[in-house]
């Protein structure tokens, strides 16, 4: 071949080697983008094929990421490890010989780890027949998904996956309570539509952007629309998620900067947020508020993270609004920490009730973001857009807050009916510097660090675990007893108190006795007569009294019985007066009041030979209590017949003690000893019903005999101290050890032999001594060891990259080159211009568009439709914050039926005047709402009645009261029907006005 021939192939051959390496570098370049869409392409028809259908069956929800389809016994061919992200249930059933036979299928969603460490999401699906163990399947819905994201540590069965499947649901409307988790929520608070499980999905891939597969695929099911002919007392029929009535309901977050710039306004503030609070005040509305500064915090949550005020229940209105009260102006601006905490839990989870409308109130610009201040647990992870970004000084406005607060919100947008901004103050005339990124740039090139970790292997056998013995000694119960102690009561009607009028004398001691009068704060000794003539009582409240101050008698004189009651003071002599019979006894006379008192300090014995006696004269009744002692002087019989009587408490003191049945025993013995009014006798005898721990002194003192019929055995417990070892299996022990020693009972030898089931860290010279083998069958190893010191470095793929790198440098054992060449991944430098702050606000209410509220007159004219309120006047923010919560629910009338303050659980239907439509209360459904169209401006005349059904049989109306805006709402009634004692009300409702009215009722 010639030269010239030889150059022109050379340059041939240049040419087309050239081609094909261009035409290999943009089928390299490509690979990944068409990757991506390859992802999401076999995710949406992967997911397609089973959850649509799934979803729509669903009649229970769950994304505890503990759960599991088939309990704690699941068969062996189904894989139920990683993380539960959403079962679904549902019953169904099959025909039987008789009657149907229930079945029950239960589907869980997972994300496991397989054996070579792909990251799948599979489709675990479990059937029973008749509540009989379960048959399992599962298929592969998404393979090769994302691994957990840098900073999150993920827990198989703890931690939800939500980088790769985020499920928003509604709760159960027939659960009671706030709807904040766990208590469920009114059905009452969705719009037009019942809220709908929706599931958003990762669809794979590892590059950003529509090419590179990382876009969601969102389905959503469920949520079915409130039929007017549903019944509220149709249990059954009620659709499985939530369900709507009225445009009036719902739940709604308020997000309300308290930073230290709003300073003396704070006052407006809280007027207010009070104005918006009264305005849904009696609504079917739920309504939580998250204060922020520097950090962020949910009123009335506590440590619960997140609360929403019931605005049907007044104590929660009235305990919102006292929070409120106390809000006070300090700190710097967080919105980020305030957008997560409206959303999110503190661990970063999404909270399980979000709200609808969303009403955002700040007086400036971002000055903080989740790295410098937070009120959660879970820490914030850097976002690539945000690269060369300043870090929040806190002082002034930050980029970087923005952006991070903005991503917040753009994430749970899709939840969101409405988000609406509101800028109140003088920083809304006001510019900020606004930051653009710089060049932007790729990773090529990764690598990962590593150094060796030499290893010795060995396995566990020889399982033991530890006991000790634990003397006993068994016994029984009998003669069981029961304690009481009387009470004595006399009759306080049909006695008749009586003393004779012959055959006795009344004398007073002669002797012995000192006649004082009180003047003043001293006594001083009077005359007998004196004392006679003045005395009235046989105290000294008259400030007359007789005092024994010598000794008495032997003399006694006579006085008369009135004088003698007026100075008696007990049944003896000892107070120096007597009654004594000196002849037959006759003319028994009542004594006259106050008569008990007089008999009680007369009578000294029992019968009326002491010329005293009370006789039974009618009914006897309005028994009291008296004392042992005058009973036991007055009663005359076995039983009550006499006027007096004795009562059994079985109550202490235990002064007395009967007979009792075992059973009684048994339910009525509530401690070991006798202070609850029980006991009975402990025999040492079979049978042995109760074994008690004793010393084993007594125990080799005690017993007798190799088994335990001479009431003496030992038992092994197993518990500290382990005195003494015995075998077990390998499995017990796995399931049950704890530590790393023998303190917790169980116990294994370490055998450093194959099988090697555990490898342990040497230093190198114990490896270089005792490795004899190229292999590890010599129990000796080197291990690639991904932590610092890094000494070697390894080639490794972008996604482990991504998953792993956490620092710019190569101190965290990740690298790689920077490629400024697109696709742009990250940037680096920036420029700024100066931008309007209304506009900064408004990108980050409505990227596309904020709605600016229309002011007429000093009224919004668009307040149904706007999402941006500009307020330079800060006493203009109570009346934007009305027309807001008046654009929700303005033009409605609410109604409960309560009996006392709680909620009537029979329906009640009640009917509207203006177009016969009803609204029905009930155990399910709390409240009901009339909705008027009010467009043209002008308010209405309506009545509501309440209609004539069964239940109202089953009741009596104790009244009706409205309130509107915190404050009565005027009405008037007039009855539904000639004659009814039911009433309807006549009321005035305007597009400006929520009403909420209330009808108390009383069961018959």
Not at 154 to 162: D, F, I, K, N, Q
Not at 543 to 567: D, E, I, M
Not at 778 to 798: C, G, H, K, M
Request: glycine share 10%; aromatic share 10%; with cysteine.
């Amino acid at each position: 071949m010639t030269l010239p021939e030889v150059m022109i192939s050379v340059t041939i051959t240049g040419m087309l080697v050239a081609a094909m390496a261009t035409a290999t570098s943009v089928l390299l370049a490509q690979a990944d983008n068409s990757q991506g869409r390859i992802n999401n392409t076999r995710s949406e028809q992967s997911v397609g094929i089973w959850m649509p259908t799934d979803l729509a069956s669903a009649e229970v929800v769950n994304t505890d990421a503990g759960a599991s389809p088939c309990g704690t016994v699941c068969p062996s061919n189904v894989n139920v490890s990683g993380s539960n992200t959403l079962m679904l249930s549902w019953t169904g059933s099959i025909p039987g010989t008789t009657d149907s036979i229930p079945t029950q299928t239960i589907v869980s969603y997972r994300y496991i780890q397989t054996l070579d460490l792909d990251w799948q999401v599979i489709r675990v699906a479990c059937y029973s027949v008749d509540s009989a163990p379960p048959t399992c399947s599962q298929v592969v819905v998404l393979h090769d998904v994302p691994a957990p994201p840098t900073g999150i540590e993920y827990y198989a069965g703890v931690t939800p996956p939500v980088w790769v499947m985020l499920v928003t649901l509604a709760t159960d409307p027939a659960a009671p309570g706030d709807g904040t988790g766990a208590e469920g929520e009114d059905p009452t608070y969705y719009v037009k539509n019942g809220r709908r499980v929706t599931v958003t999905i990762n669809g794979g891939g590892d590059l950003a952007g529509a090419g590179g597969g990382t876009d969601s695929i969102t389905l959503s099911a469920g949520g079915t629309n409130r039929e007017t002919e549903l019944g509220t007392t149709n249990l059954s029929g009620a659709p499985t998620f939530a369900a709507t009535r009225s445009r009036c309901g719902g739940n709604f977050g308020l997000v309300v900067d308290t930073s230290g710039s709003i300073g003396s306004n704070m006052s407006y503030v809280r007027t207010g947020v009070t104005a918006f609070i009264d305005a849904f005040a009696g609504t079917p509305i739920k309504l939580q508020v998250v204060t922020f500064a520097t950090t962020a915090t949910t009123l009335g949550a506590g440590a619960a993270w997140t609360k929403y005020y019931d605005m049907l229940v007044e104590s929660d209105v009235t305990a919102l609004k006292a929070l409120v009260a106390g809000l006070n102006s300090t700190g710097g601006t967080n919105w980020e920490d305030g957008m997560f905490r409206m959303f999110r839990n503190s661990n970063g989870t999404v909270q399980s009730t979000l709200p609808k409308t969303l009403i955002f109130f700040t007086d400036g610009i971002p000055t903080y973001n989740r790295f410098n201040a937070t009120s959660a647990s879970s820490a914030p992870v850097a976002h690539p857009d945000d690269s060369g970004l300043a870090s929040s000084n806190g002082s002034s406005y930050s980029q970087l807050a923005w952006n991070r607060a903005n991503r917040v919100v753009r994430e749970f947008e899709v939840d969101l009916e409405k988000l609406i901004g509101v800028y109140v103050g003088a920083d809304t005339s006001g510019q900020s510097l606004w930051v653009q990124q710089g060049a932007g740039y790729h990773l090529e090139d990764y690598v990962r660090g590593y150094h060796y970790d030499y290893q010795r292997g060995s396995h566990l056998g020889n399982w033991e675990r530890g006991y000790h013995l634990d003397y006993q000694r068994g016994s029984h119960l009998e003669s069981w007893q029961r304690g009481y102690n009387l009470t004595y009561e006399v009759a306080g009607t049909g006695l008749t108190y009586e003393a004779a009028g012959s055959g006795m004398v009344y004398e007073v001691s002669s002797t012995g006795i000192t006649y004082e009068k009180k003047t003043g704060s001293n006594w001083n000794s009077i005359s007998k007569s004196t004392y006679e003539s003045n005395n009235t009582v046989a105290d000294e409240t008259d400030n007359y009294r007789a005092r024994v101050t010598g000794t008495l008698g032997p003399t006694w004189s006579t006085t008369t019985a009135a004088l003698f009651h007026k100075s008696n003071q007990g049944n003896d002599s000892t107070d120096g007066y007597r009654t004594r019979v000196t002849g037959t006894l006759g003319s028994w006379a009542t004594i006259t009041s106050p008569s008990a008192t007089f008999y009680n300090r007369s009578n000294s014995v029992s019968g009326s030979t002491d010329g005293f006696r009370a006789r039974v004269t009618g009914t006897l009744g309005s028994w009291t209590s008296t004392t042992a002692g005058l009973y036991g002087l007055s009663n005359t019989t076995g039983d009550s017949t006499d006027g007096f009587r004795t009562v059994t408490n079985y109550s202490s003191p235990y002064t007395s003690w009967e007979t009792a049945t075992e059973s009684a025993y048994n339910s009525g013995n509530t401690t070991p000893d006798e202070t609850d009014g029980w006991r009975a006798t402990t025999v040492y005898a079979a049978p042995f019903t109760t074994w008690t721990s004793i010393t084993q002194s007594a125990y080799n003192s005690g017993n007798t005999t190799a088994d335990e019929s001479d009431s003496y055995r030992t038992q092994n417990i197993y518990t500290s101290p382990f005195s003494l070892w015995e075998a077990t299996t390998e499995a017990t022990y796995n399931s049950s050890n704890t530590t790393g020693d023998e303190s917790d009972g169980w116990r294994v030898a370490t055998l450093y032999t194959a099988p090697f089931t555990t490898w342990t860290s040497i230093t190198q010279s114990a490896y270089n001594s005792g490795n004899t083998t190229a292999d590890e069958s010599d129990s000796y190893r080197t291990q690639n060891i991904y932590t610092t010191p890094f000494s070697l470095w390894e080639a490794t793929t972008e996604a482990a990259y991504n998953t792993g790198n956490t620092s710019s440098g190569t101190t965290d054992g990740w690298d790689a080159t920077k490629v400024y060449a697109e696709p742009f991944t990250f940037h680096e430098g920036s420029s700024s211009y100066n931008r309007p702050n209304r506009d900064i606000l408004k990108q980050f209410i409505a990227p596309s568009g904020a709605v600016p509220a229309v002011q007429t007159a000093g009224v919004y004219t668009n307040a149904a439709q706007a999402t941006y309120y500009e307020l330079p006047n800060w006493t203009q923010f109570s009346g934007a914050m009305t027309s807001m919560a008046l654009a929700e629910c303005g033009g409605t009338v609410t109604l409960q039926t309560k009996v006392g303050t709680t909620n009537a659980s029979d329906p009640f239907t009640y009917q509207s005047s203006v177009d016969l439509t009803t609204a029905t209360t009930s155990a399910l459904y709390r409240s009901g709402t009339f909705d008027y169209e009010l467009s043209s401006g002008t308010a209405i005349n309506v009545s509501i009645s309440p209609m004539a059904t069964s239940t109202l049989d089953d009741y009596n109306p104790v009244g009706w009261s409205c309130k509107a805006g915190g404050a009565n709402y005027p009405f008037t009634t007039s009855p539904i029907d000639t004659g009814s004692p039911w009433s309807k009300i006549t009321l005035s409702v305007a597009p400006n006005t929520a009403v909420s009215c209330v009808m108390t009722v009383a069961l018959k």
